[in-house]
Structures are given as structure tokens and as C-alpha cells.
């Protein structure tokens, strides 16, 4: 297969958004946006159903921004450890405002994961809060945090606030340049992580314009009302929950409703309910929950379900619509497109595909070896991202070679421009010298046992290369009726796990990915002899 590049999908390489609107500092971005939509307007629910205004969030930010720059210095990385919440979101543009760059730490990821963070980013500062620690059951973290770094909480700052602070916000919501620090569009605004699914969390490096590039896309992408009411359950360390799930309602004038956990599936379908919310943002393992724990009528109020971060079932799609008469649309993003790249659109949904790029976006695909008609995905366009910071070279952005970032994913692109997910590179297993899926093993495995979850790995096979395993919470999983479904199916019998193992639950990262680094323990800690 020949090289392919592909376009967006006007067909055009102009963007249709003004470009100069995307050429600034993410907080001065709020504060047009409080100009354009009103400063008494209702901004944010949190999940304590108290509601902020763009004229609260700006003060707040003022005034913590410049309490917390003390003993910091401009373009530092200064953590921020939050649920989705207002708390979060003011850190951030408090953080940013004068200068310092917010870094969202996964608080799911464990001391491991988070210190690991710590040394990449440099971060020398964490801003958290006690009641969210108390409520998180967090205390062992945040002990063992402290020996690595200032950890700053919420409370004891608002506690503090000078009488300067309070100054510079009273000052700086009427002439907020006065105050703030000068920052260049193209510097980082966030750094956040890979998810970490198959390794070393690496930090990504997103500009102000990456960030606001990809709002005017999502503009541009998908019809957004004033009267929408955007439900984000999605944690703000992870990309889509923060530039969709936070940024973009408050950037676009829409209301935004925060859930600080998507783990509480009966209390999301109440305040989804409650709320009115138009749009729900979430990703197929959370959302067949929402979608179980609702009563019929219960998320009648959405107009629009958005699914992101993993493939969408056919099952879950299903359901929505028999239980909702809700058409699921899913999309395709990645960190280092802040986050982004492809979605379907009402009117416009094909499943089985994550729909056509984002205006502005360039797609290459490279052959792949034994996957016929598809390809490795490279993606360009303003909204990919500065670079890395690896591990091995803390504090240190690596450039995207080209502009051009290797999402490591294996994709088909029909002549329309949908996109079709083959799997990760990583995903694929060599088995008798066939390239084999791992995410068809998976489907497999959930058509067949659709009330169950699935995780598929290779392990290194003396004989045939590499041997496909099957871990599964179905306790009564039999290899051979997984034979017989393919059979039926057409699906080549070499894409059968060889082996397949009960567990209780299948680990899963906070953003609602598959771990399958605790996947493949799971496997490695199981004897073949005691498995089916």
C-alpha cells in the first residue's frame, strides 16, 4: 500500500475560524469570553450544585493566581491535583494567568504514577484540597506527595488571601493586562500525560493555541446552541475532559455542569436529569453504566451523547437507542491533538467509525505489514502539540518532528473520509506469522458475552511467536463456545485466545481506559494449568 495523506474533511487546507482568536493566552480567552457572553452569566454548576459566573472565575483566578505565584517562577510547571470540579478549573486559569504552567496529575495513577509525573514535569508545587483528599481517602498519597514536593491546599490559600491579592482580582477583572503576566500563544499551557495504558506516562506539551485551536474546531465540527447545557463527569487530568469538558463552555458561552467522579452512574443519571443537560461527555465503559442505572425517560433532556477515549460497542450503542432514542456519537482524540482529531456528527453518524477529521487537520497513513488496507495514523494541524517530556530527559519538550505526530494507531479511511479504528500497533499480536487484532479478539469475546468485560494480551510464544490470552469476567467463559461463535462468524479461528482466565474485575485507568499493564500481571500471575 502506497503512502496515503488524507485531508479534513472541507477538503481545504484554509480554516474556516479566525485564526487571530486562537493567537492568545487561554486566560485572556476567558476574559473575552466574559465580554462576549456577560459577566452575571451562570457559568459552572459544580457538583455541589453551587454555580460560579465568568465574573466569580475571573476574580477567584486573580486572586489565587497571584497568592500562589509566590516562590514560584514564570514558565514553572506547578501540579494541580483536583477533581473535575470549580476548584480545578480556577487552579488552572490561576495558575496560567500569571505565567506558571498548570500541570494535571492523575490522582488514579497511584504515588508511582504521580511521582514519576512529578520528576518529568519538574514540578516542585502541587495545589490540592483537604476535602478532597478526606473525601478521596487519599491521605497515604498526599503524606507520601508532601516528601516530594510543596503541596498547597485550596482552603488554607482562600484562608490567606492578602489584602494585595484581593487588590490585584478587584484591579485586574476591569483590566486584567495590568495584572497578569504576558505570555506568548505559542508557549505551553498545560502539560499533561499519556494515559499509560502500555507504559511510562510521558508529558504532553500542549501550546495556547493548540488548546484554543481545538475548541473553534469542535465549533466548527458539531452545531452548539446557547441554550446547551454540557454534563462533563470526565476528569480534568485527562485532555477530553479538560478542553471539552471544561474549556470549551466556558470559551463558547455554554453552561457547563461538573460531576467529580464518572464512577457514580446513578448520581450522574439523577443530576443529568435535574439539570437539563444537552450534551453528556463520557466513554463507552462509563456511559453502558449511565445507561443501565437510568429509568426509561431518565436522559430524555440529551440531545447529544459524545464518546471518546475507547471504542464504541455496538451493544452500548443499542441500548441508548432502544432505552433513550439517542444516537451515540463517537469520536477519535488523542493527547498530543489536544485532544481532538476526528468525530462523527449528528446528521452525519456512521457507526463503526470515529467519523471525519477536524477542519485544519492533515491524516498519512504508512503501511503496516500483514494489515491489509489500512494504515499507521500520523496526524498534522495547528492543534497538534509542542512536544514530549520523556522521563529520561525531565523538563525537556522534544519538538514533533514535521509536525507530524505517530499516533501508533492502525486506521482505514474510506473515500469519504470516515475513519475506521484497526487497533494500536501495540494492539496487534504476530501468531504463526498472521497479524492478529487484539481489539477483535475483545469484540469477539463482547458479542459474545455482552453482559461481561474483556481484555486481550500476547505473551511471547516459543512456538508460533506470540500467544493471544483472554481475560474475562465471565466465570463461565469456555474456549470452545468462543470457537464456535467465530465459526459462525466468520472470524479466523488463529484469533481465538489459546488460553483464557476468570477475573473478578478488569482493571481500568481513571479516563475509563483498559490498564493492560495490570491486565498482562493478571495473566502473568495465573498458571496456565488452572486456566480453561
Keep these: 500500500m502506497a503512502v496515503a495523506t488524507v485531508a479534513a474533511a472541507s477538503g481545504e487546507d484554509i480554516v474556516p475560524f479566525d485564526m487571530i482568536r486562537t493567537r492568545k493566552p487561554v486566560f485572556q480567552a476567558l476574559v473575552d469570553a466574559r465580554a462576549r457572553y456577560g459577566g452575571n452569566k451562570p457559568a459552572i454548576v459544580d457538583g455541589d450544585e453551587r ?52 500541570t494535571m496529575l492523575n490522582f488514579t ?58 487588590a490585584v482580582a478587584g484591579i485586574g477583572q476591569y483590566v486584567p493586562g495590568a495584572v497578569t503576566a504576558h505570555t506568548a500563544a505559542e508557549t505551553p499551557a498545560v502539560i ?33 446552541y446557547p441554550t446547551d447545557i454540557l454534563f462533563n463527569p470526565l476528569p480534568t487530568f485527562h485532555c477530553f475532559g479538560l478542553t471539552v469538558g471544561a474549556l470549551m463552555p466556558l470559551l463558547l458561552g455554554l ?25 453528556l461527555l463520557s466513554t463507552d465503559t462509563f456511559m453502558s453504566q449511565y445507561a443501565r442505572a437510568g429509568e426509561q425517560g431518565d436522559l430524555n433532556s440529551l440531545r447529544i451523547a459524545v464518546c471518546g477515549a475507547e471504542r464504541v460497542r455496538d451493544e452500548t450503542r443499542q441500548l441508548l437507542r432502544k432505552k433513550y432514542a439517542i444516537d451515540l456519537i463517537e469520536g477519535y482524540g488523542v493527547t498530543e491533538t489536544a485532544p481532538v482529531a476526528a468525530a462523527n456528527q449528528p446528521g452525519a453518524n456512521r457507526p463503526g467509525t470515529v467519523g471525519r477529521l477536524m477542519t485544519g487537520m492533515q491524516a498519512r497513513l504508512e503501511p503496516v505489514e500483514g494489515i491489509p488496507n489500512a494504515g499507521r495514523l500520523f496526524l498534522k494541524g495547528p492543534n497538534v502539540m509542542l ?50 487484532s487484539l481489539a477483535v479478539v475483545e469484540n469477539c469475546a ?75 500481571k493478571i495473566v502473568m500471575a495465573e498458571k496456565p494449568a488452572s486456566t480453561a
Design 51 to 102: 454555580v460560579v459566573t465568568y465574573d466569580e472565575i475571573v476574580r477567584a483566578s486573580l486572586a489565587l493566581g497571584h497568592a500562589l505565584k509566590k516562590g514560584t517562577s514564570k514558565g514553572e510547571c506547578v501540579g494541580i491535583m483536583l477533581p473535575t470540579s470549580i476548584g480545578a478549573v480556577v487552579s488552572f486559569f490561576a495558575i496560567s494567568a500569571f505565567g506558571r504552567i498548570p
Design 446 to 520: 463482547t458479542s459474545l458475552w455482552p453482559d461481561f468485560s474483556h481484555a486481550a494480551v500476547a505473551l511471547p510464544d516459543g512456538r508460533k511467536g506470540e500467544q493471544i490470552v483472554l481475560v474475562t469476567t465471565n466465570p463461565d467463559a469456555q474456549r470452545i463456545d468462543l470457537v464456535g461463535w467465530a465459526q459462525n462468524h466468520g472470524v479466523a479461528e488463529i484469533a481465538v485466545p489459546r488460553r483464557m482466565i476468570y477475573a473478578r474485575d478488569i482493571p481500568v485507568l481513571g479516563t475509563g481506559k483498559t490498564d493492560y499493564v495490570k491486565v498482562e
Design 387 to 436: 512536544g514530549y517530556i520523556k522521563p529520561e530527559n525531565p523538563g525537556v519538550i522534544t519538538p514533533v518532528e514535521g509536525g507530524w505526530h505517530d499516533t501508533g494507531d492502525v486506521v482505514a479511511i474510506d473515500d469519504e473520509g470516515f475513519i475506521s479504528i484497526k487497533g494500536r500497533m501495540k494492539r496487534f499480536a504476530k501468531v504463526g506469522g498472521e497479524t492478529v
Design 109 to 166: 495513577n497511584g504515588a508511582a504514577g504521580i511521582m514519576s509525573a512529578l520528576r518529568t514535569a519538574k514540578v516542585k508545587r502541587v495545589i490540592t484540597a483537604h476535602r478532597f483528599i478526606e473525601l478521596a481517602k487519599l491521605e497515604a498519597l498526599d503524606a507520601e506527595l508532601s516528601m516530594a514536593a510543596e503541596v498547597v491546599y485550596l482552603e488554607d490559600v482562600r484562608e490567606k488571601l492578602s489584602v494585595f491579592d484581593k
Design 255 to 279: 453552561k457547563a455542569v461538573f460531576h467529580p467522579t464518572p464512577l457514580q452512574p446513578h448520581e450522574i443519571v439523577r443530576r443529568v436529569k435535574e439539570t437539563g443537560a444537552t450534551i
Design 192 to 224: 499533561l500525560f499519556t494515559s499509560g495504558t502500555e507504559g511510562a506516562p510521558k508529558g504532553v506539551a500542549l501550546s495556547h493555541t493548540n488548546l484554543l485551536v481545538n475548541v473553534e474546531q469542535v465549533r466548527a465540527h458539531i452545531a452548539l
